[in-house]
């Protein structure tokens, strides 16, 4: 049985995650047509390259059609329950980096941490009849977060793209979002919370536990030599 890694198939995730490996003297490349979505894997032997969009990855970890996956950390955070249970990491690549944080609109000067939040979110509730929205696509990692800092009075609402524009639409009165630079949330009227960094994410190389590792070792031990890393304990 061939190793199977699973990299992000388009973007500069994809260019990164090959020029990483190519660093190491592993050379990924695609193969076929653009949009065929197929590669090869040359320099270590046993290894098959699957291409997938980096929110499949975590899934096809979980499930062990595939032993090794190149994801954003808050990506296998937020989608998997017990994440590491399910998944080991083996190495944080250095590159993909963005902070999941909270944010609310810049007019609100008298809200700058959670602790105001809470305020602003039971204040909310008490003059609106219903509770806060905070859109996300996080919904786990934001939820555990609130939960943890004690944060009441609010409700999650699905945000599948386009999140920081929900609170201009009126559809949400927060966001929690994956920010670089937080220009696209200046340019939205949104600040950052002063202490509302949730996950710190970057492009991580994940060890998937379900994999049937019994015929798939012998790859695993030849790409781990070849990149410098101590193969995980599953």
Known sequence: MMLKIGVPSKGR??????????????????TGAEREYSGAVDGVDGVELVLLSAGEIPRELAAGRIHLGVTGSDLVRDKLADWDMQVA????????HADLILA????????????D?????????????????????????????????????????????ATEGTVKNLTAEAVAD???TGE???????KILSDSVIHRSQAT?????????????AGLAALCEKLGLTPPAL
């Open 205 to 217: 190389l994940f060890a998937a536990r379900a994999a049937d590792w019994s015929q798939a070792g």
């Open 104 to 115: 609310v609109p810049s007019v609100w000067i008298d809200v700058d941490t959670l602790d």
């Open 117 to 161: 939040l809470d305020a602003a979110a039971a204040a909310f509730r008490a003059r609106h009849g219903f509770r806060l929205r905070i859109a996300t696509k996080y919904h786990r990692l934001v939820r555990e977060f609130l939960t943890a800092n004690g944060v009441a009075d609010y409700q999650l609402v699905d945000s599948q793209g």
């Open 178 to 180: 994956i920010t670089s």
């Open 13 to 30: 995730l994809m260019e990164k995650t090959f020029d990483w490996f190519g660093a190491r003297g592993v050379t990924m490349r695609q």
């Open 89 to 96: 990491e083996m190495a944080r690549l250095g590159f993909g």
């Open 184 to 190: 696209t949330l200046r340019a939205n009227h949104l």
